[in-house]
């Protein structure tokens, strides 16, 4: 599958669109005011331990206090020098409060949220993972040809066996290495630990002691393999950044970097802008007519699919099959598009047939297989509906990219304009009941007014005559819907 990688840099934004034969896969935004965390690693405080969620807050000098929970904690305990890290079901036993304690983050603070820490330090490099004072190998799963995973692990394990006390992940990418391509990477990573070590030893809490790459650095890391034919960057300085860190780290990869001077944008040259816009509308149109519905919430993203203007060409069943067999196809993409996480429950239309159901299942997880994000699915629940999380570690591209309105607050709905027309009316029984005034004025917005005006005007009049003093109205053109204020004159 032919794949590319765009970047489009501008002065305060970075974007990096991962596109496979022509069409936008993912896409991932930085901006400079609001820099991933993901990677970076803290010397923190303690500042509170709570034994009864088994978890701390934890000062790493960021916006606001950070979580840890005991499952992210391998330390020795407070005081005990030279014993080894382990972990431990009771935080009080591995924490105090103002316990000095070296952090990273596992996933950016999202919404009302402070980042999530672990004390499980790792370092990526391309072609492993170093995981500090924990000596085991480990093989990516995607790797699944066994001799080649034999292999890898035999390396790594030579050395642990060399007297290395460090860790390894062998990643993706180190398919098919050589040796001596992963041992660069090791001594690489190595003396990159050291000097993170060093820099903790002498830091205050609060200090970032280990920043990850940028994230067009980060996208030839993590990225870029055997089937990405090109990478495109459209900023001439930071090409030659790119060309630099490759030829340094990446050899393999830097005769495919193109620098790209068009005049007409890069996004806009793939409709990647236009694929963008889409991917924050609720409303997917599937290539048969069919449609999916996307609402995400704060607990969960739900997805309704529906067979909409696709009528088919046999039975009802086969309509159906074919709907959702196409939804789940577009549904993967989506996921990985607009970068959802947690809990999403898919609502494909019900399906009769077990077979049928087993296959947009197995569709599913197999336009799931290319997510680098971790996912995980149930089968069909008794009420027909799909389970599936997937991993969460930076904000959605909606929250990225949008805020609530401020006419709704996010809720996607406003008062009709009758119910705020008796909403006011109810105000004004209670002003009059309560205060002494020779007249009322009510400001609205104008569709309640003019509403007030016309079918609710023997209502006003009514209203009137039951206080025993005049009502006047007066549009305000800067009020929402919703906003209305009674005053006594």
């Known amino acids: 599958m032919a794949q590319e990688i765009l970047i489009n840099v501008t002065p305060r934004e970075t974007r990096v669109a991962l596109v496979e034969n022509g069409v936008l896969q993912e896409v991932s935004i930085e901006r400079e005011r609001r820099r991933g965390l993901v990677g970076n690693v803290y010397v923190g ?60 983050v596992v996933k950016d603070p999202i919404g009302s949220k402070g980042a999530r820490l672990t004390t499980n330090i790792t370092v990526p490099s391309r ?5 500090p004072h924990q000596p085991s190998v480990g093989v990516s799963a995607r790797i699944e040809d066994e001799a080649e995973r034999a292999r890898l692990k035999a390396i790594g394990q030579a050395f642990l066996d060399e007297g290395d006390e460090n860790g390894y992940i062998v990643r993706t990418a180190a398919e098919q290495a050589s040796e001596e391509a992963l041992r660069a990477d090791r001594d690489f990573l190595r003396k990159l630990w050291d000097s993170i070590r060093q820099r903790a030893e002498h830091a205050q809490p609060g200090t970032l002691v280990h920043e990850d790459l940028p994230l067009s650095l980060r996208s030839m890391r993590d990225l870029v393999a055997g089937e990405v034919e090109k990478v495109r960057i459209d900023s001439r300085e930071n090409h030659q950044r790119l060309l630099d860190f490759c030829e340094q780290f990446l050899p393999e990869i830097a005769p495919r970097i193109e620098y790209y001077p068009g005049e007409r944008p890069i996004f806009d040259l793939y409709g990647v802008e236009d694929e963008l816009q889409k991917a924050l509308e609720r409303k997917v149109v599937l290539k048969s007519g069919g449609y999916l519905i996307i609402d995400q919430t704060e607990a969960m993203t739900t997805i309704d699919v529906n067979t909409g203007a696709y009528v088919g060409h046999r039975t009802l069943a086969e309509t159906i099959f074919k709907t959702n067999l196409e939804a789940a196809q577009a549904i993967a993409r989506q996921v990985r598009l607009r970068n959802l996480g947690g809990i999403i429950i898919i609502d494909f239309i019900d399906m009769l047939e077990a077979e049928h159901q087993r296959q947009v299942l197995r569709a599913l997880e197999k336009a ?71 007249q009322l004025l009510v400001l609205a917005a104008q569709e309640v007014v003019d509403l007030m005006l016309d079918e609710e005007s023997a209502s006003v009049a009514q209203l009137e005559e039951f206080i025993g003093r005049p009502i006047k109205l007066q549009a305000e053109p800067l009020y929402t819907q919703e906003q209305f204020d009674v005053v006594l004159m």
């Open 45 to 104: 405080k303690v500042v509170r331990v709570l034994p009864g969620m088994q978890a701390a807050f934890v000062d790493a000098g960021l916006e606001r206090t950070a979580f840890l929970h005991v499952n992210d904690i391998i330390l020795p305990p407070p005081g005990a020098e030279g014993v080894p890290p382990r972990r431990s079901e009771n935080i009080s036993e591995l924490l105090t409060e103002q316990q000095r304690i070296l952090v990273q």
């Open 127 to 131: 072609y492993l993972v170093l995981l």
């Open 368 to 438: 799931l297989e290319r997510d680098h994000a971790k996912t995980q699915i149930s089968g069909v629940s008794a009420l027909g509906l799909v389970e599936m999380t997937r991993k969460r570690t930076r904000e959605s591209l909606e929250h990225i990219l949008c805020q609530p309105c401020p006419t709704c607050m996010g809720r996607g709905s406003l008062k009709t304009a009758e119910t705020v027309c008796y909403e006011i009316f109810r105000e004004i029984m209670r002003a009059a009941r309560q205060f002494e005034a020779k």
